[in-house]
């Protein structure tokens, strides 16, 4: 009985874990492509800055959206260590370390998109700055946001690299979603480090989008969908590690 309520207890974890990555993967979906990429005007400060004075609260409900998915990774930081630990305890806690570190570098780098709301709230300890300005320094806010997001995410491609590993060391879990997550934690590490790296990474930037979106994508869905739908089975003899 012990070990079939063990079995069944990550059973329930498993599909938390699904549940959980559904949800990040909505809500940073909506808050990077449906709220950011639509207000966002690369190359027009003040076209930008008008969009987001006109959808302030479209751009409001995208902040809410990254925090429910940074506390949801916060949560998985532990689901997943708890799930995977019978696997190699101490990597499954490196792996929840750099899950994190990813979550907490991206609460701070919010405030990047607050200062944006601070800029345009037409404040009067604003008025001694110019439209061009004011517009000037959304930008460099929303750059700097930007630039914050891409360091998170070298931490969340560690994490998924090892969480990768463990995902195919497991006897619980197909081995071929720990290879798509192994896929994409390149794809996070290769995007990232090339913002720091290359120096005209905007001529480049879509294609490196290309890169870390499709194979993520495809990889955390897949593995979100199969915890969802099927959990986990595990054995008796892991059970009791």
Same mark, same amino acid.
């Given at each position: 009985?012990?070990?079939? !309520?063990?079995?069944?207890?990550?059973?329930?974890?498993?599909?938390?874990?699904?549940?959980?990555?559904?949800?990040?993967?909505?809500?940073?979906?909506?808050?990077?492509?449906?709220?950011?990429?639509?207000?966002?005007?690369?190359?027009?400060?003040?076209?930008?800055?008008?969009?987001?004075?006109?959808?302030?609260?479209?751009?409001?409900?995208?902040?809410?959206?990254?925090?429910?998915?940074?506390?949801?990774?916060?949560?998985?930081?532990?689901?997943?260590?708890?799930?995977?630990?019978?696997?190699?305890?101490?990597?499954?806690?490196?792996?929840?370390?750099?899950?994190?570190?990813?979550?907490?570098?991206?609460?701070?780098?919010?405030?990047?998109?607050?200062?944006?709301?601070?800029?345009?709230?037409?404040?009067?300890?604003?008025?001694?700055?110019?439209?061009?300005?004011? %517009?000037?320094?959304?930008?460099?806010?929303?750059?700097? %946001?930007?630039?914050?997001?891409?360091?998170?995410?070298?931490?969340?491609?560690? %994490?998924?690299?090892?969480?990768?590993?463990?995902?195919?060391?497991?006897?619980?879990?197909?081995?071929?979603?720990?290879?798509?997550?192994?896929?994409?934690?390149?794809?996070?590490?290769?995007?990232?480090?090339?913002?720091?790296?290359?120096?005209?990474?905007?001529?480049?930037?879509?294609?490196?989008?290309?890169?870390?979106?499709?194979?993520?994508?495809?990889?955390?869905?897949?593995?979100?969908?199969?915890?969802?739908?099927?959990?986990?089975?595990?054995?008796?003899?892991? !059970?009791?590690?």
């Amino acid at each position: 009985m012990r070990h079939r !309520s063990v079995d069944l207890s990550l059973s329930k974890v498993a599909r938390i874990i699904g549940l959980l990555y559904l949800a990040i993967i909505i809500s940073g979906i909506f808050a990077e492509f449906f709220v950011r990429q639509s207000l966002f005007v690369a190359a027009d400060a003040g076209a930008t800055a008008q969009n987001i004075i006109a959808s302030e609260g479209l751009f409001r409900l995208g902040i809410a959206a990254d925090i429910i998915m940074i506390s949801c990774d916060v949560a998985l930081a532990l689901l997943f260590y708890i799930l995977l630990k019978p696997v190699n305890k101490s990597l499954s806690l490196l792996a929840a370390f750099f899950r994190l570190t990813q979550a907490a570098v991206l609460a701070v780098n919010l405030s990047n998109l607050f200062i944006v709301l601070q800029l345009l709230s037409g404040l009067d300890y604003l008025t001694g700055f110019s439209s061009i300005q004011l %517009h000037a320094a959304v930008m460099l806010s929303i750059k700097a %946001h930007a630039t914050g997001y891409s360091v998170g995410l070298i931490f969340f491609g560690i %994490h998924c690299a090892i969480l990768a590993y463990l995902l195919y060391r497991s006897d619980f879990i197909p081995r071929i979603l720990g290879v798509l997550i192994g896929i994409a934690a390149l794809g996070y590490l290769i995007d990232s480090f090339a913002q720091i790296l290359v120096t005209n990474y905007a001529n480049y930037q879509n294609i490196f989008t290309l890169v870390v979106f499709l194979p993520a994508f495809v990889g955390e869905l897949s593995l979100c969908l199969w915890l969802l739908v099927k959990g986990v089975k595990v054995s008796e003899e892991r !059970s009791t590690i």
